[in-house]
Structure formats: C-alpha cells, structure tokens
C-alpha cells in the first residue's frame, strides 16, 4: 500500500477519509469505475462505528413498522446482494418473534409476511406462525410462562469486521491505495476555497504529507462534523451521535441455532439476543451523547436495561457476573435537514456537498453500504469531472468469496483464504495452538493477520481480525502477550513496542468488562 501511495504523482481523482464501511465501500466504488484513489484511516479499519453493529444485514423491521416501505426494499435488496457476494460471511438466520398477547401472532405473522415479499427475488425465506412448542423447539431457553407461540422469520447475519476487512483486500484488487494509521488533520484549498488536498499525518512515524486530490470525500461517520468544521468553521452540525451498547453472554444462554427478535421493549426499542461465534449477543441501546469517541463507554444504565430486558424473554436471567464482554458503538444519525444545499439521495443516507466542494457521506447502515457508495461516487464523479463511469459493484465477489466455506471448520469466516491458513500452521505445527482454551483463534491467524490483513498491533488482531476482544474481554487479555509476541517477531518490533503494546490493550480491554457491584 506504502509503495502505491508513494508511486502516485498525479492529484488523486478522490481521497476518502474514514475507513469503516462507507469509506471502504466508496473506495471500492470508485476504484471498480478506473478512478485513482487513497483512503486514509486514523486507526485501524473498523476502529468505528463498523466493528461495533449487531451484525445484521437486514432490511429493518422497524422501518416497515414505520411505513418506510422504499427504505425496507433498498435495505433488502442490498441484504441479497450482499449475500451473493460474500456468501462465506454473510448467513441467513431464522429470528423468533416471540408472543406473549392473542394479537402478536397475527400482527407479527402479517408484518413479517410482507416484510418477506418486499424482498422479492432476494427473499431469505418464508415466515411463518409457530405454536408454543415448535417456538421453545426453536428457542428452548425463552420464558414459558404467558407464552402463546411466536412467528419466525429470515434475515441475514455477518461478521462486521471481518467483512471490512475482506472489503479492505477486495478495495485494494481493484487498485485502491488504503493506509490505516494515517490521519487526515486538515484540508488544502485552491485560491477560490475549494478543497483540493488533505494533510495528514503518519500516527506510526509522525511523517507529516500534503496529498492533493481532485475530490475529498468525508466518510468519517460520527466524526463528519469534525471535518466538515475544517472546511468551514461556522458550518452547522449534521450528526446527532447516538450509543447503542451489546452485552455478550456464554451460547448456554441462547440454546439452539435461532435468534430471539423483541419488537418492543420498554424503551420502544427492538431488542435482539442472537448466536454468534458460539456466544451470545445482545443488544441494543439508543443513547443520544453530546460528542462521538473512538472508544466509546457502556453507561450503567445502557448495561441495566439490556440485563433487566433479556430477563424478561429468557428463562436463565442473566446477571452482571455473566456478561463476557460488553462493547459501544456510535450511531452516525443524521439531524433534520437544515439547509437546502444537501444531496439527499434517500431518507436512510445522507450525501452533502460542502459549499467548500468536500462531499460528506454518513447515516445509512452496514447493510446499504454499497448502494451508499454508488450514490456517493456518482456525485463525487460529477464534481471532480471525472469521465463518467457506471457502478460495476452490484455483482463483484468479495475478497475471501467461498460458496461452501462451511467445510472450513472455525476458519470458514476467512473463505477462500482458509487454505491458506491452513498451509501456514501445516508449516509450522507451533502455530495451529489455539491462543486460549475458550477460543477458537489460532497463533497461525495472528501471523496471517500480520502479513496480508494490514494488523499493526495487538488490539488490530484481537478486536477486528478475530473477535477476541469482543466475544470475551478477560481471554482476549490473556492473549495478549502471546499476540505481542508473535506480532513483534512479524513486524520486526523490540521489547518496548510489546510493552507499550500489551499496556495499551490492558486499558482497552477494561471499557469490555462489566464492573460487579
Ligand atoms: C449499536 C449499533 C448497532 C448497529 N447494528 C447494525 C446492524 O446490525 N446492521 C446494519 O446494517 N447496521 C448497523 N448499524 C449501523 C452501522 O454500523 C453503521 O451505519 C456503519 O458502521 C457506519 O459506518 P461508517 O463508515 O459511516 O462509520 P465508522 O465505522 O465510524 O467509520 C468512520 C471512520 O472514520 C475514521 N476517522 C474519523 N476522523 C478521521 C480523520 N480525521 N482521519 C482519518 N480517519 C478518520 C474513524 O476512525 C472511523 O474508523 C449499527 C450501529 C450501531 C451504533
């Protein structure tokens, strides 16, 4: 990536700042149509909001509740697309609405009926009504007393920051240059004020670079106004940050293969309890906070009101001492429209178009990322008068696409990648050595992840090239050292970039545990 970077002496025709999945998504996009593009990334991949989702590609119940029809079958469509293109991370998953009043199960079972048809061609599945015993058959750990029956339907399920990071090797096939670690601290402008560069700043080296480029494109998620406000101070806020928080638990907490869909908790929110990576997650939360953080904090009461509602659905009632890991993420909610400047291309995402020329893209979720991307390319395209190029990603394979990657075992999330991880602790039997007794990751996917995945530290391959960190906080800490280790053996580092390494990972690990009390 460093050699591409340094090889370009041309402007860029677009420099993307943020690397979550509208960034990379954009990224992809633009290099797919011919365009030159940089994406540049404070932290790691997925540092963001895109690590910290509930994992669901999905067209969003709630929307249709709302009556957002057009939104449900744009996220639906991408829900399909999605999993044709990386079909070895994205799964269908049944969701059991479960039903407690006489008239959940013929409002439900309607609902999700049309909540199946609106996805035509990309259907997941049919829902149907389930009696009370085929509902605890699917679901043996939901609170019997009341229970009337429930009503399934399908969805899809993923691997958030494995998938970015797939999208991340898929960018940069297709000829992107994407650099984490480097962050942009400010904007360059043309004598009318237009930006046409980034400064940044080498977080590894402190090395300091001007890069010009013909078009920037702002996919900093809940950061935007941040940049937006290095264009034009006096700019009006478009984010409106908001935290929602998942709790994960031991798999004996959510017995069998499907997830448990809550429509309504008490907050008016959707709640989810789901299987994943043989744990249990669930979620979430809708806090509005004053100012986005890169490692956001659970709120005791965010914590409380998970635990109080999943005890209402589940026979074993979760307690603080249960709780793995617990993890924060940021919503980049966009505010009311304001002004009449912004290119909305959907009530879902936002594109705005600064009068400095920036385009700003946020809002939208993890399942739209493409079509998000396709919008925001097309308009970049426009204003950087670039020759015009149609979106080619509708049906482009995802790095790591595999369609039976099952066979795999517990490397079936890398897909067509696993062999290969395969023939490295084959090399060296010393890697096949699971890191700790409670996980399934391996030393050989740390080296992997050294190599070809761009990881730079211990927290890189503990968070987001495996899911160590949030699956189980106190065994991603155990692993440490042993990360450290083989890290500084890949990257060339001493003893003192281990230490600094292992301490900063201590401190990270304490936001994904729960205190007792
Ligand atoms: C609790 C929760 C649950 C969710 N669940 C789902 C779900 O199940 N399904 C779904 O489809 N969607 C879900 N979403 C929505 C989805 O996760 C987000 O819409 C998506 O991840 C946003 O991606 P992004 O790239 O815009 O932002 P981010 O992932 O936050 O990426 C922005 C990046 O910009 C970087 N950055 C900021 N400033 C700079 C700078 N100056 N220089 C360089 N880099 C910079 C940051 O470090 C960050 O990595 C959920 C969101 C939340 C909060």
């Known amino acids: 990536m460093y050699r591409r970077f340094r090889a370009q002496a041309q402007p860029w025709d677009m420099i993307v700042v943020g690397g979550g999945a509208t960034g990379v998504g954009v990224a992809?996009?633009?290099?797919?149509?011919?365009?030159?593009?940089?994406?540049?990334?404070?932290?790691?991949?997925?540092?963001?909001?895109?690590?910290?989702?509930?994992?669901?590609?999905?067209?969003?119940?709630?929307?249709?509740?709302?009556?957002?029809?057009?939104?449900?079958?744009?996220?639906?469509k991408e829900r399909g697309l999605l999993a044709q293109n990386a079909p070895h991370l994205v799964h269908n998953l049944g969701f059991v609405v479960p039903n407690y009043e006489w008239w959940e199960a013929p409002?439900?079972?309607?609902?999700?009926?049309?909540?199946?048809?609106?996805?035509?061609?990309?259907?997941?599945?049919?829902?149907?009504i389930l009696s009370q015993a085929e509902t605890l058959e699917l679901i043996p750990n939901l609170q019997t007393e009341g229970l009337r029956g429930g009503v399934i339907y399908f969805d899809g399920q993923f691997d958030d920051s494995r998938l970015l990071i797939n999208l991340v090797a898929t960018a940069f096939e297709q000829g992107a240059t994407l650099l984490n670690y480097v962050q942009v601290t400010g904007l360059c402008?043309?004598?009318?004020?237009?930006?046409?560069?980034?400064?940044?700043?080498?977080?590894?080296?402190?090395?300091?670079?001007?890069?010009?480029?013909k078009v920037v494109v702002n996919a900093t998620g809940p950061f935007?106004?941040?940049?937006?406000?290095?264009?034009?101070?006096a700019v009006e806020p478009m984010i409106a940050p908001s935290q929602g928080i998942h709790l994960v638990f031991d798999s004996s907490f959510l017995a069998g293969k499907s997830a448990v869909m809550v429509p309504h908790t008490s907050d008016g929110r959707v709640l989810?309890?789901?299987?994943?990576?043989?744990?249990?997650?669930?979620?979430?939360?809708?806090?509005?906070?004053?100012?986005?953080?890169l490692e956001p904090a659970a709120m005791e009461n965010e914590i409380e009101f998970i635990l109080q509602t999943a005890a209402l659905y589940l026979s074993r009632k979760p307690s603080r001492s249960d709780v793995l890991s617990v993890f924060a993420g940021i919503r980049p909610l966009v505010r009311a429209s304001d002004s009449g400047n912004t290119a909305s291309?959907?009530?879902?995402?936002?594109?705005?178009?600064?009068?400095?020329?920036?385009?700003?893209?946020?809002?939208?979720?993890?399942?739209?990322?493409?079509?998000?991307?396709?919008d925001c390319v097309n308009q970049a395209a426009t204003l950087a008068r670039l020759p015009e190029k149609e979106c080619?990603?509708?049906?482009?394979?995802?790095?790591?696409?595999?369609?039976?990657?099952?066979?795999?075992?517990?490397?079936?999330?890398?897909?067509?990648?696993?062999?290969?991880?395969?023939?490295?602790?084959?090399?060296?039997?010393?890697?096949?050595?699971?890191?700790h007794p409670s996980l399934p990751y391996t030393a050989g996917e740390v080296v992997w992840a050294a190599r070809h995945e761009m990881a730079r530290g211990v927290e890189d391959v503990l968070a987001r090239r495996t899911r160590a960190l949030f699956l189980n906080a106190s065994a991603a800490t155990e692993m440490a050292p042993r990360v450290a280790d083989l890290l500084a053996?890949?990257?060339?580092?001493?003893?003192?970039?281990?230490?600094?390494?292992?301490?900063?990972?201590?401190?990270?690990?304490?936001?994904?545990?729960?205190?007792?009390?």
């Open 28 to 76: 992809i996009d633009a290099a797919t149509r011919g365009y030159t593009v940089l994406l540049l990334e404070q932290h790691d991949f997925g540092k963001g909001t895109s690590s910290r989702s509930t994992k669901l590609v999905h067209g969003g119940v709630r929307y249709l509740e709302q009556g957002n029809v057009s939104l449900v079958m744009e996220a639906l």
């Open 107 to 128: 409002f439900y079972g309607i609902g999700l009926k049309l909540y199946n048809l609106l996805a035509g061609k990309y259907g997941f599945g049919a829902s149907r």
């Open 189 to 213: 402008k043309d004598a009318d004020g237009f930006v046409n560069g980034v400064s940044a700043r080498d977080v590894e080296t402190g090395g300091e670079f001007s890069i010009p480029g």
């Open 224 to 233: 935007a106004d941040a940049l937006r406000r290095e264009a034009d101070p």
């Open 272 to 293: 989810f309890a789901i299987p994943w990576h043989g744990h249990t997650l669930v979620g979430t939360t809708d806090t509005p906070v004053p100012q986005p953080t």
């Open 345 to 374: 291309l959907s009530r879902d995402h936002t594109i705005r178009i600064e009068n400095s020329g920036m385009i700003t893209i946020c809002g939208g979720k993890w399942t739209t990322y493409r079509h998000m991307a396709e």
């Open 392 to 435: 080619v990603t509708h049906h482009l394979n995802i790095h790591g696409y595999h369609a039976s990657s099952d066979r795999f075992g517990p490397l079936s999330g890398y897909g067509s990648d696993a062999p290969a991880i395969e023939a490295l602790t084959q090399q060296d039997a010393s890697l096949a050595a699971r890191l």
């Open 489 to 517: 053996a890949e990257l060339g580092r001493d003893a003192a970039w281990k230490s600094a390494q292992m301490e900063s990972f201590f401190e990270t690990a304490r936001n994904y545990t729960v205190r007792s009390v």
